[in-house]
């Protein structure tokens, strides 16, 4: 058998290469995953009540890439949705990120009213405030307010997924969830914010949807290396793992999820609640929430963080820190080496905390230079 590329992972990376190569260019792809579906850790499929569930966890899309947008929307329809987070602090539900609104659910009036004042004159109406530079507040009581945030929203449940404390971990993993001086009370503010009306793993499907693309599933490439001629590689997995851990294994986040269904139509009043003080999960997504089904029952997914163990659990999330980079820099370096009959992208090949919008900006971007250079 011989094919023009080989793809490595069919998630948001390699199916996005994968039509792109084959709807563009009319070369033939073997898109392959070791998993028994396409779609990556954003697969979705009804469970045994019917309820549309997540299976590597709670997935919402949002964007402010117009070119990332309209690419998407040739193969998935939409249903506007803007997720809501609360955090449990002190027995309250308040909103997360935290903003003016939480302020004012956790002190008296007065106080708040004080403290909203000062936010306003130090950064001005809605701007977003990483945690870390607010503690550097030359305000004395900003800096007691940072303080508390930190101390109550960020300092546990980070340790709690990362066994690290937020100044051990770059600055943009916590400043993903900076304090907002806003009433807003949205998780995210991008322009586009939606989910796939049918689902994530239809929108693959149709991505998928052409006469040059092979799917095979339930196959790591190391088992048909050597029996596929291909021109080019694509390779979307963990970069350590494609160089054989030549240079040590790179440390990931990996995560149990409890899913419960229950018989109750509503478990929670948003989303996801967020425990960032209490219990050994770190939140509770609802998923009826995120697709808009409408059914007597529903299930909710738990999320335990774990340790990375390779063969016993996924490699979820690169850990971003100085030390990883460099780390993974070396395998960057060997990915030079291959001259372009490999190449690396995705969360996992790159090394990066991307968002869907940003795997598949990546991907489109990774497509557009092999363009230039064809
Ligand atoms: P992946 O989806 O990880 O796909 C890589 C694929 O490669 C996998 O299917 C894997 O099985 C396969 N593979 C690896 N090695 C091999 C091999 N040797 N042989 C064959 N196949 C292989 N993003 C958002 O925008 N919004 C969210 O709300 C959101 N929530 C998230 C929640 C969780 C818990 C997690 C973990 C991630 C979340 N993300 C979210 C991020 C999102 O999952 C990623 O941005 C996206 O899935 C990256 O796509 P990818 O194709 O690069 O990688
Ligand atoms: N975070 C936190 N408390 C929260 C929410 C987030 O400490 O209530 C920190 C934590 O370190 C987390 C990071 O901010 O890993 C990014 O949060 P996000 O919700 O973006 O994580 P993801 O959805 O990618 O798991």
Request: proline share 5%; with cysteine.
């Amino acid at each position: 058998m011989h094919v023009n590329w080989v793809i490595v992972g069919a998630g948001f990376t390699g199916c996005t290469l994968a039509e792109r190569i084959a709807t563009q260019w009319n070369q033939k792809v073997l898109l392959l995953d070791r998993r028994s579906h396409v779609g990556g850790n954003a697969y979705d499929h009804y469970n045994e009540h019917g309820v549309l569930v997540h299976r590597y966890g709670p997935h919402i899309f949002h964007t402010n890439s117009r070119k990332v947008w309209e690419y998407l929307s040739q193969f998935t329809e939409w249903r506007p949705y803007y997720h809501h987070v609360l955090g449990v602090v002190d027995g309250k539900q308040i909103p997360v990120p935290f903003n003016l609104n939480s302020l004012y659910a956790l002190f008296p009036a007065r106080y708040a009213g004080k403290l909203e004042e000062q936010l306003l004159a130090a950064y001005g109406y809605g701007v977003k405030v990483p945690i870390l530079k607010m503690r550097e507040s030359e305000n004395s009581d900003l800096r007691w307010l940072a303080g508390y945030i930190y101390e109550n929203i960020f300092l546990h449940y980070t340790r709690k997924q990362w066994e690290l404390d937020p100044d051990q971990l770059d600055p943009g993993v916590t400043g993903r969830v900076p304090v907002y001086i806003s009433r807003d009370d949205r998780y995210f503010q991008d322009t586009w914010q939606s989910m796939p009306s049918e689902g994530y793993t239809a929108l693959f499907q149709r991505m998928l949807n052409h006469k040059n693309i092979r799917v095979l599933l339930n196959t790591d490439w190391r088992e048909i290396d050597g029996e596929i001629r291909y021109d080019r590689m694509i390779y979307t997995g963990p970069i350590d793992t494609y160089f054989q851990y030549a240079h040590g294994a790179l440390p990931y986040r990996s995560l149990r999820f409890d899913f419960r269904t229950i018989d109750n139509e509503w478990h929670q009043n948003v989303g996801t609640v967020n425990y960032p003080n209490e219990h050994d999960f770190t939140r509770i997504t609802e998923q009826k929430y995120l697709t808009g089904q409408t059914l007597p029952k529903s299930t909710i997914v738990v999320e335990y963080p774990q340790a990375y163990k390779l063969g016993e659990n996924e490699p979820y999330y690169p850990v971003p820190r100085p030390d990883n980079r460099e780390h993974y820099e070396k395998y960057l370096r060997e990915a030079s080496s291959l001259g372009g009959k490999v190449l690396f992208a995705g969360r996992l090949a790159d090394y990066k905390y991307y968002n869907m919008d940003q795997a598949v900006a990546r991907a489109l971007k990774l497509f557009e230079d092999e363009a230039a250079d064809r």
